[in-house]
């Protein structure tokens, strides 16, 4: 089980690797928010991860946590985007 | 190690392998659209298998539904997060439109502007009002 959770964790952490190049580099807002989503999808299946080969539950609210705070906040900067293409068409000189 | 463990042992494997795939995609896809494509692999098959593989090994003890209810969780929330975010990212014009084989959203584009030029700039204006 040592080797499944060595391959593992080098999988997720050349993943989340990869994944924070995309979000320090990315271009705009919202290849950032889906980078941000991916990222912790990593996290929460590396948090899965270290439950299922250690035996340890202790970190388990930890995972409904991260998979509730994925959702909470691609969605509420997916809304501010779209706030503010909303404001745009009211006021097109105030556009930034 | 019996046979469930290598299972869960595989399942395990599978779903850090879609997280890799998910950076793979990520960095080297063009647009906002072809990394949502990439980074909703291991939002749904990678988050299954791997709360497959523990469920496997943790079957028995308390708080095993928490990693069911993750599941079905996330298998509600990816598609409402990637609609929006790519609706967001359509009316933006972080799309890539040269590389669409169909746009159905698309209004027919006037003669002389060519589409290839709208790579990835900021919004000009609101392309279609509600919603």
């Known amino acids: 089980m040592t080797v499944v959770a060595i391959v593992c964790f080098a999988l997720l952490g050349a993943g989340a690797v990869l994944i924070l190049a995309r979000l320090a580099l990315g271009p705009s807002l919202l290849d950032r928010v889906v980078s941000t989503d991916a990222l912790l999808v990593t996290i929460a299946c590396g948090i899965a991860v270290y439950c299922a080969v250690y035996r340890d539950i202790s970190l388990e609210p930890v995972l ?21 293409l909303v404001k745009a068409e009211e006021t097109p000189e105030e556009r930034s | 190690m019996t046979v469930a463990d290598v299972v869960a042992s595989v399942c395990l ?12 995609g990520l960095v080297r896809f063009p647009d906002v659209l072809n990394r949502m494509h990439a980074a909703t692999k291991p939002q749904v098959l990678g988050v299954l ?30 598609p409402v997060s990637a609609h929006l975010v790519s609706r967001v990212a359509y009316r933006r014009r972080h799309v890539r439109r040269d590389l669409l084989l169909v746009d159905e959203l698309g209004v027919p584009a006037p003669s ?20």
Do not use: K
């Not at chain 1, 991260?66 to 985007?81: D, E, K, N």
């Not at chain 2, 298998?49 to 990816?78: D, E, H, K, S, Y």
């Not at chain 2, 030029?117 to 919603?131: F, K, L, N, Q, T």
């Open chain 1, 64 to 84: 409904l946590v991260v998979a509730l705070l994925a959702f909470v906040g691609s969605v509420s900067v997916a809304r501010y985007i779209g706030g503010m």
């Open chain 2, 13 to 24: 494997v599978a779903g850090s392998f879609l997280c890799l795939t998910a950076g793979l």
């Open chain 2, 49 to 78: 298998l791997v709360m497959t593989g523990a469920v496997i090994r943790l079957v028995g003890q308390p708080i095993v539904w928490m990693l069911v209810l993750v599941a079905v969780f996330q298998l509600l929330t990816a």
């Open chain 2, 112 to 131: 002389g502007s060519t589409a290839a030029a709208r790579a990835d700039e900021p919004a000009e204006g609101p392309e279609r009002a509600g919603g």
